[in-house]
């Protein structure tokens, strides 16, 4: 049997039985129950670190190194809206979206052949759903660049299955919150939730000739309002982000903040904040990413 295929097997008995320490794998052999997934924030900078070589891509290959129990992953990225609830994609083979314009080609060369889970997404609806969340499945959205760029760098081999859900056009952090804890049983299935954003995110004050550029104070101020709040676990002080240093200087708009609190609303009691990379690119893109693990 095929790893490939063996995950998906397990990843739908886990769906069909739920939180079982032991499933019914196809074929009548008993298999363990999954590891509990982690929950993983990235800030994905620009689409440009497709192509780098830095300590950026290689922090988060390390990362990959304990993801071997990861059966499948739901994705939050700050380049999906909707209106009228949330949507999420339903297809056996997601496209890519290659939304960004302006850079080099070989950008737009770039592939992610990862596998969807129909049956993953309608689990995900469901969940949503009783949540209070109106949720349909989408069989033609693709992944767009917050999800398949920092996966390609995480996981290259494009092997696990990838779901990915939008956020609600005008929700607010405790919303984006609700919506990871609707989904956190899903990590008990080996399920890893992710939510792809930014720190912080100001384009008008990115400085694009320079990604070496030192940190500027107000994107650094913000930066260590979230790092401190992190370390002391304080993930619902965290959604009062209004009130920290520079808040609306570090984000003009939410959608590049509201995917950390898709993860912070996924975190286990148990979890262990477990950096992934700290740094910042272009003087005001803070590239801060972290895991939730138990």
Not at 163 to 182: H, I, K, N
Not at 277 to 287: A, D, V
């Amino acid at each position: 049997m095929s790893s490939d295929l063996h995950r998906r097997e397990v990843l739908q008995a886990a769906a069909a039985v739920g939180v079982a320490g032991v499933a019914e794998a196809a074929g009548g052999k008993k298999v363990a129950g999954p590891a509990v997934a982690p929950a993983f924030f990235v800030s994905h900078g620009s689409p440009m670190v497709a192509l780098d070589k830095d300590a950026y891509p290689q922090a988060l290959r390390s990362f990959a190194e304990g993801l071997k129990d990861v059966l499948a992953l739901v994705v939050v990225s700050a380049h999906w809206e909707t209106a009228g609830g949330v949507r999420v994609t339903a297809s056996e083979a997601p496209p890519l979206i290659y939304d960004f314009g302006g850079f080099p080609e070989p950008l737009y060369q770039l592939t992610y052949p990862c596998p969807g889970e129909p049956v993953l997404a309608r689990e995900v609806v469901s969940r949503l759903a009783s949540a209070g969340f109106p949720a349909v499945e989408d069989p033609a959205r693709g992944l767009d660049h917050g999800t398949w760029v920092p996966l390609r760098l995480t996981l290259p081999e494009a092997r696990l299955p990838v779901v990915q859900l939008s956020m609600p056009r005008g929700a607010t952090a405790e919303d984006v919150a609700r919506m990871g804890e609707a989904l956190r049983p899903l990590r008990s299935q080996g399920v890893m939730l992710m939510g792809s954003g930014g720190i912080t995110h100001n384009l008008r004050r990115v400085v694009f000739q320079d990604k070496s550029a030192p940190a500027e104070p107000w994107a650094q101020a913000f930066d260590t309002w979230v790092a401190q709040g992190l370390s002391a676990r304080d993930f619902t002080g965290l959604r009062a982000w209004s009130t920290a240093p520079n808040a609306r200087l570090a984000h003009p708009s939410t959608e590049h903040l509201f995917p950390l609190y898709f993860v912070l609303g996924a975190a286990l009691p148990e979890d262990r904040v477990t950096p992934v990379y700290e740094g910042f690119h272009h003087g005001t893109l803070s590239m801060r990413s972290f895991a939730l693990r138990t």
